[in-house]
């Protein structure tokens, strides 16, 4: 039994359907502030299923889920607040939830023994890049309190390690998109603050602002790196294999190694919804970085993982999926 905590959200629900659909049995743990219940249910359709409502920040919480789920074997840890933006505003609201939350679940998982963990961390634990593309050796310089956050988790999990013997796999993601290839589950964030939902929900009264147009890039917006949500729903698959397997606590970056612009990205969107879509030209967004990019050769080496789907197929499915939710 795989024990996973914000599987109602985004990634830990892609993640949910990828191991129901290798039949593992898996609980679900989620306090539904951000993620949602009809995730669930549609989850429930796939496989064996439980859900167990909590909050991470009550160490009672989560010390009853593995009280009354003795067979659960490992975790996958998704549970987070995950805006930067936020994060700088509020630093008290990350740090008590994601990194006191982390230190509860990790205190329940050696009480009872489980000592297996894949951490969802972030391309923001490296802060401003000093290389490109960034390997897991590029120093890690958080510049603000969310990537800070999930580096003092990484950071804990080596000391657990070392003293108590807790393995786990941090995945450093870059900019995740697209949705289930069947359009059964999405991103679905309120309010949303990605690039690629925003571009596909822009209507003539709701324009797609496009944050900066003067950075020193081949087009003057800023760069990311699109790993598509089923590609790194796999990858955790194989991070769990890795441990199951004796792998020792390790880390990953998860990206494709190609690099592409917010107008490639706004032009992609254009050509599969078939039409143009109203555009503001805005100033820059307060920490964004001109160029993100992950040197994957790690997480292929050694996790053996191979991501396949490019950027024109995750928008295909995220604008399928818009469809879904516009529909309900
Ligand atoms: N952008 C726009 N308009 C929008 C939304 C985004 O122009 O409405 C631009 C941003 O300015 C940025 C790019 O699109 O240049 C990508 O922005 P996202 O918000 O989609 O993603 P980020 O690169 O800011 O953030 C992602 C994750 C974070 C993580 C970060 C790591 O969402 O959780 O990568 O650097 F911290």
Redesign the pocket.
Known sequence: MILVTGGAGYVGSHFVMALLEKGEDVIVFDSLELGHMETIETLKQYGNLKFIKGNLKHLDDIRGVFMSNKDITAVAHFAAY???AESVKNPQKYYYNNVYGTLNLLNAMLEFNVKKIVFSS???TYGEPVYTPIDEKHPQNPINP??MSKLMIEKIMDDYDKAYGLKSVRLR????AGADSSSRIGEWHEPE????P??LKATSEKT?????TDYDTQDG??V?DYINIEDLAQAHLNALEYLNNGGKTNYFNLGTKDGNS?KE?FSACENIKGCSIPLEICP??DG??AT?VADNSKAKDVLNWIPKNDLTYSIKTAYEWEKVLSSN
């Open positions: 995950s805006q930067v972030t391309a923001a969310y990537g993601y870059f900019n995740v603050t990605h690039l690629i925003n571009v797609f602002k496009m944050f900066g917006t800023c990311r917010v990205v820059r967004r964004d970085p993100l």
